[in-house]
């Protein structure tokens, strides 16, 4: 098989993905036409790598990503297994996933895999890559988590006894891939006009369709004004988010508690407008106007169905959409700008939008506290006072004399 060819998909959602250690891999000739001598073994060490993440869908959903990318290159393109892979090798493959076939690029984001006749089978149309125009750029965010992550996964591979040696910490120079910044990268965030028409998109949605959307309302609202990560949003088997987990304390103050990146459990504070929007999204669901304590009851429903929602891909679809009608607004309101730059906006953005906007005027350990940062330099980074004086200083600048 040469570079050229397109690979498939390896590892389906989390909700799919059987347990690999009750379940373990018997064949993977639905997933590779020609594999090479130990690729069944690489890939049930990298479910059982895979699967020791599944109580963090982000962490999963990255894991997944890049060990997927690294087994569709040894199989395909060296043609060897992981055990087989040395230093040289990791510095190859850094290469490649700089400037990957074209064969490797879809044009956007699909499911990995498709239901056919009551069987999972890997997505025809899905490429391990995506760019919807011009050439494909490899971000420099992209090649850290690839180091990162391989790191992580030979390692293990070492504790499994299946390895010797780690080879991505025999690369002495990943300078020559990774450059170092002189100054803080920039948090990528909604506009004021871009926040306001979403908000007002997700308002006129559910106004439209209070069965769908008032959900839809609610979502935008929490990941705003509670910073909470899309992971925090849906029920995984280490967290399950509900109604109770908002309850106020002795003072009448309302708090949520939830747990988040690390397996961390934090308070975090519910401003008075983020508590009339959780009174709306109750009162819309036939719910009293707060929850009771220790009200069991799915904070993100399922709008058919019982119980919560168990998918990040479902909320990114929720937020996608309000993005997409909100784009709409912009461009039909004269703003071409702004409506073309929420079209490059992703779910986070509303979490760093909503911290960057409370820095502004609340203490920032209180915001720290709140996003649940591991120190305070983290929250520095959204702030944005120096970098605004150090332009203006700037902006009058001569070039002719």
Sequence with gaps: MTISNSPRALFDTLEEMPNPFKHPARSIEH????????????????????????????????????????????????????????????????EFARHPPAA?????????????????????????????????????????????????????????????????????????????????????????????CVVEAAEELASADPATHERTLFVMNA???????????????????????????????????????????????????MLNALRRYRLSRGLSALPAPGEATALIHKTRGKGGITSTRQIRGIVQKCFDFAEGKLRQGGFPEEAERLSAATVHWLRHTGISEDVKFRPREHVRDDAGH???????????????????TARGKQIKG
């Design 31 to 94: 997933l590779l036409v020609d594999p090479v001598g130990n690729a069944l073994l690489d890939y049930q060490l990298a479910n059982e790598f895979l699967y020791s993440y599944r109580g963090s869908p982000d962490t999963f959903s990255t894991y997944r990503r890049e060990i997927e990318h690294f087994l569709q290159w040894c199989w395909l393109v060296t043609r060897k297994s992981v055990g087989d892979i040395q230093r040289e090798d990791i510095e190859a493959y850094a």
């Design 223 to 273: 990941l705003f004004a509670m910073y909470l990560r899309i992971s925090e949003l849906v029920e995984t088997p280490r967290w399950e988010p509900q109604m109770g987990h908002f309850q106020p304390d002795q003072e009448g103050n309302w708090w949520f508690t939830t747990v988040g990146k690390g397996n961390k459990e934090r308070e975090v504070s519910v401003s008075d407008e």
């Design 374 to 392: 591991g120190s305070s330099a983290i929250t520095d980074r959204y702030i944005d006072v120096e970098r605004t004086e150090r332009h203006a």
């Design 104 to 196: 490797w690029i879809g044009e956007k984001n699909v499911a990995r895999f498709v239901t056919r006749n009551g069987q999972r089978e890997p997505n025809e149309e899905w490429r391990p890559y995506v760019c919807s125009e011009g050439d494909y750029v490899c971000s420099q965010s992209a090649l850290q988590s690839l180091f990162s992550v391989l790191s992580s996964y030979f390692n293990f591979l070492i504790q499994e006894k299946h390895l010797p040696a780690n080879p991505v910490a025999q690369i002495r120079q990943k300078s020559k891939f990774l450059r170092k910044h002189q100054s803080k990268a920039q948090i990528r965030r909604l506009s004021p006009i871009q926040w306001s």
